[in-house]
């Protein structure tokens, strides 16, 4: 579920965003002056092949901030003029809020924010419903002089998919066989274990009446072509 987070728990989790990405990370903030700490977890990111999507807006980039950003080598820089939103991301953990990114508001100002985490199931469709903003945002910026990198582009197609597909497929890291209710790879066009699958009867049919949902695990009465329970199912459907 959604935490509330005060300036400090900001802060504190804005930095474990970018620590613990391994895919992508998005920086969205209209004020933007980096401090050196952030700057090294960014630099760590850049290292472990992260693509980087910094948009900015109500002016400009200082050249000593630009310069500093430009060194890293997956990094997208874009320019919004009309950005007041500020939300940083990766592919599991978001913050909105309204803390900027520079040192002025973290140790200064007194500011708010909420995190948000995709493996919630409370908070995924709040996640989706995020990432299909800020793929509007950065699809409305600019991109900054030097072009924008293949990182970029290859980001911005990521959460292009993401803002489009389905949440509980894209959300759930894992899945569970209807039968044994072991914990597999989510598909609900395969929702059996390879022990359950092969022990089917020959008289089954997509209609067998088995024992669990493929979504959350619960007892439930399921099928083949109905491998979800019924809240489950509303909720993949955007009820």
């Known amino acids: 579920m959604a935490e509330f987070l005060t300036t400090q ?37 850049d290292k472990r092949k992260v693509k980087i999507c910094i948009v900015f807006g109500k002016k400009e980039l200082k050249p000593e901030e630009e310069t500093k950003l430009r060194k890293l080598e997956n990094i997208s820089l874009r320019y919004y003029q009309n950005l007041h939103a500020k939300c940083y991301s990766n592919e599991d953990t978001m913050i909105i ?51 924008l990198l293949k990182a970029g582009e290859a980001l911005f197609d990521y959460l292009n998919t993401i803002a489009n597909k389905d949440v509980t497929s894209l959300f759930s890291k894992h899945g569970y066989c209807i039968r044994c209710g072991r914990e597999i ?6 929702p059996y274990c390879k022990e359950c699958y092969f022990s089917l009867p020959e008289s089954a049919d997509t209609s067998h009446v088995e024992k669990y949902c493929h979504s959350c695990g619960k007892e439930y009465k399921t099928r083949l072509n109905y ?5 489950c199912y509303q909720k993949s459907k955007g009820h």
């Open 9 to 45: 728990g900001t802060s504190h989790n804005l930095e474990n965003i970018i620590i613990n990405a391994s895919k992508w990370l998005v920086l969205i903030c209209p004020y933007l002056n980096i401090t050196e700490n952030f700057l090294q977890r960014l630099q760590d990111a």
């Open 97 to 147: 809020t309204s803390m900027n990114l520079n040192e002025f508001s973290e140790k200064t100002n007194r500011e708010m924010g909420v995190l948000i985490s995709r493996e919630d199931p409370g908070d995924q469709r709040i996640f989706q419903d995020a990432i299909k903003e800020v793929r509007s945002i950065i699809g409305l910026s600019k991109k900054q002089k030097g072009g």
């Open 185 to 190: 790879s989510y598909d609900l066009d395969k």
């Open 227 to 231: 491998p979800q329970c019924h809240s």
